[in-house]
């Protein structure tokens, strides 16, 4: 079976967890500073806090802008659950903002629509989560113009995005944010086997994120509500949680990083690759525009649909039973049973026609040009009606 996505892992990664194993910090030592350091330096961003995953990250990401319980977190429908739920885990309420029909990222003219409405009804967003789906990023300076207009905070949701560009810097950089957070997923560009980074350029909330993966915990005297009992001494200032990286994946995440301008580079080629075989096709593929450059963590098509075309359930049936390890990213998240909203796909019908068709190719640096050719194949045969030859 071809996965839709798979880690790469070489010498100089095992050998960089090795070291760790040999030194005296497993958890808590200088391995995840480093890292932090480095992927700060990698996108331009003056701060950067490591988490044991990129929900953690989004959740402390939430805390740290302050939402709670009456506040409003919007994102897009087209997007794993986390993206969603870190405004659940604070007591907000969440709603979902349609896709544009070409990138299938977070539209900002449906988000105006929306701000419209919600500026009538007294119920503008506190949050917007804007979703860089596929490794392509949102169209952020129109989203953060609207931001400046209607006062809500931003968090890219750069999961998919690590090594992506707009407008010519690396997403990661927060021109147009307040925070960015990454995913180190064993499927994602880079991978520390769980793990998450929340990169931002202000030292305010990089200061309560970090507090808060460790309990909420400080040991610094002048945050302290009275003179400490001595150089033990240690208080939670606030409720915090246990959303610490540990020194191994802090080093396997460093490692990893050195690959990763190459691993793009290979899976943009991979992804023109797969464009030009799959031109006339019926189906369309995510549109990258001038702006970006992406990352390419997923490959997407969507089937189009009409007279004669095969379901897309019989599509990815039959892949799967070609040995293709295909998936669908994402399910709307107005379709689960949290977040279940019968009027939702009404607003949202971009991300309805989206799901009819979406299936996702794999792609991964390591994937071979014999491996993508029967990838091709496989989905020209299993487009065809039954019945009929290729």
């Known amino acids: 079976m071809i996965p839709y996505g798979h880690q790469l892992i070489g010498e100089d990664d095992i050998d960089a967890v090795v070291q760790v194993l040999r030194s005296d910090f497993l958890t808590q030592g200088p391995a995840v500073p480093r890292f932090e350091e480095a992927l700060a330096r990698y996108c331009g961003a003056p701060h950067a806090v490591a988490t044991c995953n990129a929900t953690a990250a989004l959740h402390l990401a939430c805390l740290a802008l302050g939402l709670g319980p009456g506040d409003r977190l919007w994102t897009s429908p087209i997007t794993f659950v986390a993206s969603a739920n870190c405004g659940r885990y604070c007591g907000a309420e969440v709603d979902f903002v349609?896709?544009?029909?070409?990138?299938?990222t977070l539209c900002p003219q449906a988000l105006e629509r929306k701000l419209v409405e919600a500026e009538r009804?007294?119920?503008?967003?506190?949050i917007v989560v804007a979703v860089h789906l596929c490794g392509h990023s949102c169209?952020?300076?129109a989203i953060h113009?609207?931001?400046a207009r209607y006062g809500f905070r931003i968090i890219e949701d750069a999961s998919h995005a690590i090594g992506a560009r707009y407008l010519g810097e690396p997403v990661g950089c927060c021109r147009y944010s307040d925070i960015t957070v990454f995913s180190f997923h064993p499927v994602k560009i880079i991978t520390t086997g769980e793990g998450g980074m929340a990169l931002t350029r202000d030292a305010a909330l990089a200061e309560r994120m970090a507090r808060l993966r460790s309990h909420g915990i400080t040991r610094d005297p002048a945050r302290m509500s009275g003179p400490p009992d001595g150089p033990w001494y240690y208080e939670q200032t606030e409720l915090g949680f246990n959303y610490r990286m540990t020194e191994l994946q802090a080093a396997l995440g460093t490692s990893?990083?050195?690959?990763?301008?190459?691993?793009?580079?290979?899976?943009?080629a991979l992804a023109h690759r797969y464009a030009a075989a799959l031109d006339g096709l019926p189906l369309t593929i995510q549109q990258v525009t001038p702006d970006c450059r992406s990352a390419y963590h997923l490959f997407v098509i969507r089937l189009l649909?009409?007279?004669?075309?095969?379901?897309?359930?019989?599509?990815?049936e039959a892949l799967r039973a070609s040995?293709?390890?295909v998936n669908v990213h994402y399910i709307p998240l107005y379709h689960q049973p949290g977040y279940r909203n019968p009027g939702a796909a009404g607003r949202c019908p971009e991300a309805e026609r989206y799901y009819a068709g979406a299936i996702t190719l794999p792609l991964f640096p390591a994937l071979g040009e014999a491996?993508?050719?029967h990838v091709v194949q496989a989905l020209r045969g299993s487009l065809q009606p039954p019945g009929t030859s290729s």
């Open 98 to 104: 349609d896709i544009d029909p070409n990138t299938w």
């Open 371 to 373: 491996d993508q050719d």
């Open 145 to 147: 113009a609207l931001s």
């Open 323 to 325: 040995g293709i390890g």
């Open 121 to 126: 009804d007294g119920r503008l967003p506190k």
């Open 256 to 268: 990893q990083l050195k690959h990763l301008d190459a691993w793009v580079a290979q899976r943009n």
């Open 139 to 141: 169209d952020l300076r």
């Open 305 to 316: 649909q009409g007279r004669g075309a095969r379901p897309r359930r019989e599509v990815f």
